[in-house]
């Protein structure tokens, strides 16, 4: 099993930033994706961003490329989104998840274990 824990969320104004963290404990191994996804109010779950643990690749949502960035501390056990240029769009319950893919997948159904979220709020 894999526990996931995500931190960092709260109220900020457009344009502002704030910095989201995933804590990963459990049976950890090194082939594995941390991805992050958002859902807003009466909408579908999205997809946002992943990362391979082991390598370090990424890709991102076009709703958040060139805005957000992952990034992964390995001696930590953490997993960072990094989010800059915010826009009251960005709006909702962001949540991290794990896949034992290791690639650079999309799908909710990919993921294996996931988080109980941490809310982002924009204001306008």
């Known amino acids: 099993q894999v526990q996931l824990v995500e931190s960092g969320g709260g109220l900020v104004q457009a344009g502002g930033s704030l910095r989201l963290s995933c804590s990963l404990s459990?049976?950890?191994?090194?082939?594995?994706?941390v991805g992050w996804f958002r859902q807003s109010p009466g909408k579908d779950q999205e997809f946002v961003a992943v990362?391979?643990?082991?390598?370090?690749?990424?890709w991102y949502s076009d709703a958040v490329r060139g805005r957000f960035t992952i990034s992964r501390d390995s001696a930590k056990n953490k997993v960072y989104l990094q989010m800059n240029s915010l826009e009251p769009e960005d709006t909702a319950v962001y949540f991290c998840?794990?896949?034992?893919?290791?690639?650079?997948?999309?799908?909710?159904?990919?993921?294996?274990?996931w988080g109980l979220g941490t809310q982002v709020t924009v204001s306008s």
């Open positions: 459990g049976r950890i191994g090194t082939d594995y994706s």
């Open positions: 990362i391979i643990w082991n390598g370090g690749g990424t």
């Open positions: 998840a794990a896949s034992s893919a290791r690639a650079l997948v999309f799908t909710r159904e990919s993921y294996n274990y």
